[in-house]
């Protein structure tokens, strides 16, 4: 007997935390950050949903904040168990968390000047670096398709799940008292197919229970195909105009993407050689990791690589980490390339980028991944102006592009095949649709239905079931 309790992504898309409870045993799937609001996000992410001392192992699909996030503020809780993952998600929570710790440390120490001249309680940080690294020791890398011993005859298994580099579908195994085994599978986060790095996600057939993501359970992407042609034209613009080309782009996936199609454009002739700054302490430090486990391309990748190709290393390439490097940018004069992060233009260096670039018209603002309501990203692509950055006001006088054809995320007919390759004979009793808002894990049920599931659920918040 499985019970699920599930705590966050349930009817959100943040926060992923799911608890299992299985022969005696208690498993954390996943810990992840919630994102929102600021304030209402401090206070979720301090009351932590589970108690560390219950929980025998965690066991983390993919490095995303939203899933790996809140991992130190468990061991801060207490916890000393083990943390399985894959090899090359270890590795992306190395700069990822200890870049995490940094801001939420900054956050604090800026609300903290405010409330001491105001007479009130000091806030603590969610976490501090001693936390990461801690959380880090705790992390075990293994490979995809090995099983792993949980005690008690349960076992954990992870495979591809084609959305950024390291990402997981997870199985847990269970043998029940009368000998029979259950199979529980956990998609984390699916992928989009025909990613240009990661491969497609596995394919296991008929486990009992399923836990499948609805990020996009109501919608398709753009095809890919003029991805690459219409960046050339950006390019080839900004060449013309002697601009600039300013790219807000996620440190983890994103930057990679980008780069392999602006390599791609590069070693086929279709570009000449122009200036590429990649501006993200935290991106140069991912894309390293993205060019040690190829490991975990797909077929395409792998190709370029055996014929000597270096994906992440170009003519003109240049990574920056040192804000000095950032700030010489500033008056620089084009073409160039500038990609840095944040992806949603809420923090980070691509601030200091489009409050010096926005009010001239020859440069160009290309935003290539989706923008929440309320970001400055989405008021970028909404055209507004003048824009606020860093209190002040700028005119959006740039050209602003975008490109949607490169979400990580597997999109409704991509979730709709996959779910249908896993149910063949329509065996899986059993159905969650999480990780996605209301409307999402909604849609996510109607495909359920109509590809032979039975009875899917749209887990709330804490609820819990026992199957």
Known sequence: ?????????????????????????????????????????????????????????????????DHSGNLPSLIRAG??????????????????????????????????????AEGKT???PLYTEPDVVQTLSQMIGVPYRKAIDLGNQIQATFYNAGHILGSSLVEITARQPNNSQRRLLFSGDLGQPGQPI?????????PDILLVESTYADREHPPRANVAARLRDYIIDILQQKSKLIIPAFSVGRT???????????????????????DSPLSYKATQVYAKHTDCYGENASRLIRKGVDLF?????????????????????????????????EGGRILHHLQNNVGDPRNIILITGYQAEGTLGRRIVNLESPLKIFGEEFELQARVHTINALSAHADRVALREWVRAMNPEGRIRHTFAVHGELEKVQAMCQIL???GYHNPKAPAPGSKYRV
């Open 1 to 65: 007997m499985f019970e699920l309790t599930f705590q966050g992504a349930a009817q959100t898309t943040t926060g992923s935390m799911h608890i299992v409870d299985i022969n005696g045993k208690r498993i954390l799937l996943d810990c992840g950050l919630y994102q929102g609001h600021r304030k209402e996000a401090f206070e979720k992410n301090r009351k932590l949903a589970v108690d560390p001392s219950t929980v025998d192992a965690v066991l983390l699909s993919h490095a995303h904040i």
């Open 79 to 116: 916890y000393r168990g083990p943390i399985y993952t894959m090899e090359a998600t270890r590795d992306l929570c190395l700069p990822m968390l200890h870049d995490c710790a940094y801001i939420h440390q900054h956050d604090v120490e800026i609300v903290n000047r405010r409330r001491q």
């Open 122 to 124: 000091l806030f603590e």
């Open 198 to 206: 990661i491969p497609p996600p596995d394919i296991l057939p008929s």
């Open 256 to 278: 990679q993407q980008l780069l392999f199609f602006l390599n791609g454009l590069l070693r086929e002739g279709k570009i000449p050689q122009v200036p590429i700054y990649v």
């Open 313 to 345: 290393r170009m003519p003109g390439l240049e990574y920056l980490t040192t804000s000095d490097q950032s700030k010489m940018l500033n008056t620089a004069k084009g073409p160039m390339i500038i990609i840095a992060a944040s992806g949603m233009c």
């Open 449 to 451: 239905r109509e590809e």
